[in-house]
């Protein structure tokens, strides 16, 4: 029989890009009684919920919760806006993006995907070329994932959003943040996203098993002609019962205590002190792997992720090797490569339940597991790592 917490002394380090690390406090919200969905009380957490999430995607719009992965809010954002044969154009920035074309095809849309490196966000000026190029406008919908979780690049969406508005293109514009929301700044009011998606094991800090569309009052219009099959996913029925604090199914109930204490944790910090933690912690990795002498994944400095590193291993050197390595000594679980990257890169995530120290140890891993796994490497990551968050802190 499995043990659940078969782990030798010490806290497991979990420092994959999600699931990440539960606080204590969510844990301990999780481990409330389940109360009846349909009474008083239920209705009372619902909706001091959905007013939090508000503030945490900033939006003045509705979020959509579902009792799903992050999977299940792409389908949604798909299946509540379009029409079978309807043309979007999505880009090829890693793993992620491909799954949700490969999704798109699924549902007979006719996607337009623009190839990538994998090492690379969306390209404003080609999004703008794009549509400009469509004079049938024809295109309805743009998708961009804004954190690739496979690559550690960032693209730009305020930058995106600029290039539709210069376009003068009607079309549509959604965003995964499955791995930016309440790590990197995201603004789906300001930015005039249309359907946001997230996940909730990411920046959230929960365990995985909720997701979310915010949905602007242009998707929600755009909702009422959509031609796609939908019952469970259909935004309709889940906004008009959330009005009261209740849900048309059974909620999670004591993932929505987590997600309770976490929007409280966030907004006792703030969200732009939660950018910015994430922004050091982005930064104090880059440059321990700088002085290892290895090579990030992402290739534009304008495009570096806060709340992952991908990092490439030198040609000839197994990176699922090097990671098996770093489990079975120091307890350490590191992001593998994912798809075509599979054995080349490794993440490390530095997002969600993170400080100074969790960094520190989790570099220390790395740079003692670089040297047991025999990858050639400058010594001093960690060191210039601490001299940057020293520094930092003091400028603080
Ligand atoms: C950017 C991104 N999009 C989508 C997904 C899929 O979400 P899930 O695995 O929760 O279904 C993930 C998962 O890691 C992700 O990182």
């Known amino acids: ?49 959905l007013d939090g999430l508000k503030k945490i995607f900033q939006t003045d719009g509705p979020v959509v919760i579902y009792p799903a992965s992050g999977t299940g809010a792409w389908e949604a954002a798909l299946a509540n806006t379009l029409s079978p044969g309807d043309r979007v154009l999505m880009f090829e920035t890693g ?85 930016s929301l309440a790590s990197i700044d995201y603004r789906h009011g300001q930015w005039r996203v249309d359907v946001t998606v997230a996940g909730s094991q990411k920046g959230l800090m929960l365990p995985p098993g909720l997701s979310f569309n915010a949905v ?20 309709d029925e889940i906004i008009a019962s959330n009005r009261d604090g209740y849900f048309p199914y059974t909620p999670s109930t004591n993932l929505l205590y987590g997600l309770h204490e976490a929007i409280a944790m966030l907004l006792e910090e703030g969200l732009p002190a939660v950018f910015a933690r994430h922004q050091r912690h982005g930064e104090a990795t880059r440059r321990a792997v700088c002085t290892w ?13 806060n709340s992952l590193t991908a990092i490439q291993l030198p040609d000839g050197h197994d990176a699922d090797r090097f990671r098996r390595l770093v489990l079975e000594r120091f307890d350490m679980s590191l992001g593998t490569g994912l798809g075509k990257l599979a054995g080349r890169v490794f993440r490390i995530g530095h997002l969600g339940f993170f400080n100074d120290l969790t960094l520190a140890g989790t570099l220390c891993g790395v740079e003692m597991g670089l040297g047991l796994a025999g990858v050639p490497h400058r010594a001093g990551g960690v060191q210039s790592a601490l001299e940057y968050l020293s520094a930092a802190s003091d400028a603080k």
């Open 1 to 49: 029989m499995l043990r659940l917490d078969d782990h030798p002394s010490g806290r497991h380090f979990l420092q994959i890009p999600g699931p990440t690390n539960v606080p204590d406090r969510i844990l301990r919200a999780l481990d409330h009684p389940t109360i009846d969905h349909r009474g008083p009380e239920f209705a009372r957490l619902t909706l001091e919920i």
């Open 95 to 179: 793993h992620f993006a491909t799954l949700w074309r490969k999704m798109a095809a699924k549902f007979a849309l006719e996607v337009d995907f623009v190839p990538g490196d994998w090492r690379s966000g969306v390209d404003p000026a080609l999004v703008q070329q794009k549509l400009a190029a469509d004079k049938a406008q024809a295109i309805k919908a743009v998708m961009v994932v804004h954190n690739e979780t496979s690559t550690g690049v960032t693209s730009r969406i305020p930058q995106i959003r600029e290039a539709i508005d210069h376009a003068q293109h009607p079309a549509l514009f959604m965003v995964d943040t499955i791995s």
């Open 216 to 235: 602007s009052e242009k998707a929600l219009a755009a909702s009422k002609a959509a031609r796609l099959p939908r019952s469970y996913w259909s935004w």
């Open 293 to 305: 002498g290895l090579e990030l994944l992402c290739r534009n400095p304008e495009e570096y992720s």
